[in-house]
Structure formats: structure tokens, C-alpha cells
T-cell receptor
Framework: GAVVSQHPSWVICKSGTSVKIECRSL??????MFWYRQFPKQSLMLMAT?????????EQGVEKDKFLINHASLTLSTLTVTSAHPEDSSFYIC????????????FGQGTRLTVV | GQNIDQPTEMTATEGAIVQINCTYQ??????LFWYQQHAGEAPTFLSY????GLEEKGRFSSFLSRSKGYSYLLLKELQMKDSASYLC???????????FGAGTQVVVTP
């Protein structure tokens, strides 16, 4: 299968600061990437769909000004949590689609964000 | 509305078989996935069904009935390492957007 690398694996930041999370497809071109959030003992909730070269599409209830998504190249998408607060503490996971090849989406390792 | 329902938790003994059911009602359907997720880790792909019937892959099998909005994941010869959360996910569109169920925590006991 294809490899998606997410960085960092974990991050602790102070309330009010911004954090950037990177999602890279290492051996395929990801025209579409998805960002999910997962709270403890809950399922993955889709936050937004990121298409290369265009604006991200956000799910209902997700603040686009707080969760900035950039998909500037076919191998990299970034999620920036701006002015983070403790309630933003969560597990953030990206997935990527190679529309020219595999059926399934491949997931990054996830990023554990803790805001103190 | 859109719903994907699966049991919250199941317990089984090592060597046994467990069947995790998933029922769905979604606005679109382009296939159903099963993922395994260990605590604190990202999901790993187990199976994909887009047509009705059974797909077998080693100890894991997955079944789909599109007319009934129903799937199951069958885990055979359970091992301790199979203790994890199993997520049922429906692909809503051709772009790969997935809607996940809440997950079923499988506990394997000695």
C-alpha cells in the first residue's frame, strides 16, 4: 500500500498559540486529502476535504478560520490550528487518496495535540 | 439523516470467532470499508466491499448486502493482538470521503 506521513506525532502548545500539522504522501500523488478529528473513545469525524490547488471544503460546524487547510502541492497538505484552546486538544488524522490507483484512502499516523 | 451503527463493545476468547455487524443509512454509497484501530494510533485498512457478497482475507472476512444496508466483519481464530477498535466506514462519493461509525471495541480474553 501507499505511505502517508504525518508530522508531528504529538505536540503540546500553550493556549492562544497556533500549531501546524503536515500530511505528506510519500510515494503517490494525492489529489485529495481529508482531515479528521477524533476525541477519546469516539469515532473519526471528518473536518474538511482538501483538494490540491483549491480551497478546502469544510464540514458543517467546523470553523474554517480556526482550522486553516492548505494543499499547495500534490504531496503535501497542512492543517493549522489557530489560537488553540484546551478544547481543541484531540487526535488529528489525515488521509490521502490516489485517484489514479488504489481504492482505499491511506491514513497518516495521526497527531496528538494537547493545548495547555 | 445519515447513520452508521455498530455495537459498542464485544468480548470473545482467544481462538474464537467474532462477528461485528454494521448497518448504514447514507446519502450516497460507493463502497464500505473496515478499519482496525489500536488506541492512540491511526486506523489501518482491513477490507473493502462495493458489491454484495463475502470477501475473505486470511482470518478476516467482510460481507455486504447493499439492499439491506448491512455489512459484517468476521474475525476468526482470535488472537490477543486483535484487541482493538473496529471501524465501519461508508464511502459517500467517488472522491473517497468516508463517514465512520462509532467503532466496536473488541476485547480478546485468554
Amino acid at each position: 500500500g501507499a505511505v502517508v506521513s504525518q508530522h508531528p506525532s504529538w505536540v503540546i502548545c500553550k493556549s492562544g498559540t497556533s500549531v501546524k500539522i503536515e500530511c505528506r504522501s510519500l510515494d503517490f500523488q494525492a489529489t485529495t486529502m481529508f482531515w479528521y478529528r477524533q476525541f477519546p473513545k469516539q469515532s473519526l469525524m471528518l473536518m474538511a476535504t482538501s483538494n490540491e490547488g483549491s480551497k478546502a471544503t469544510y464540514e458543517q460546524g467546523v470553523e474554517k478560520d480556526k482550522f486553516l487547510i492548505n494543499h499547495a502541492s500534490l504531496t503535501l497538505s497542512t492543517l493549522t490550528v489557530t489560537s488553540a484552546h484546551p478544547e481543541d486538544s484531540s487526535f488529528y488524522i489525515c488521509s490521502a487518496i490516489d485517484r489514479g490507483g488504489y481504492t482505499e484512502a491511506f491514513f497518516g499516523q495521526g497527531t496528538r495535540l494537547t493545548v495547555v | 439523516g445519515q447513520n452508521i451503527d455498530q455495537p459498542t463493545e464485544m468480548t470473545a476468547t482467544e481462538g474464537a470467532i467474532v462477528q461485528i455487524n454494521c448497518t448504514y443509512q447514507t446519502s450516497g454509497f460507493n463502497g464500505l470499508f473496515w478499519y482496525q484501530q489500536h488506541a492512540g494510533e491511526a486506523p489501518t485498512f482491513l477490507s473493502y466491499n462495493v458489491l454484495d457478497g463475502l470477501e475473505e482475507k486470511g482470518r478476516f472476512s467482510s460481507f455486504l448486502s447493499r439492499s439491506k444496508g448491512y455489512s459484517y466483519l468476521l474475525l476468526k481464530e482470535l488472537q490477543m493482538k486483535d484487541s482493538a477498535s473496529y471501524l465501519c466506514a461508508v464511502k459517500n462519493d467517488s472522491w473517497g470521503k468516508l463517514q465512520f461509525g462509532a467503532g466496536t471495541q473488541v476485547v480478546v480474553t485468554p
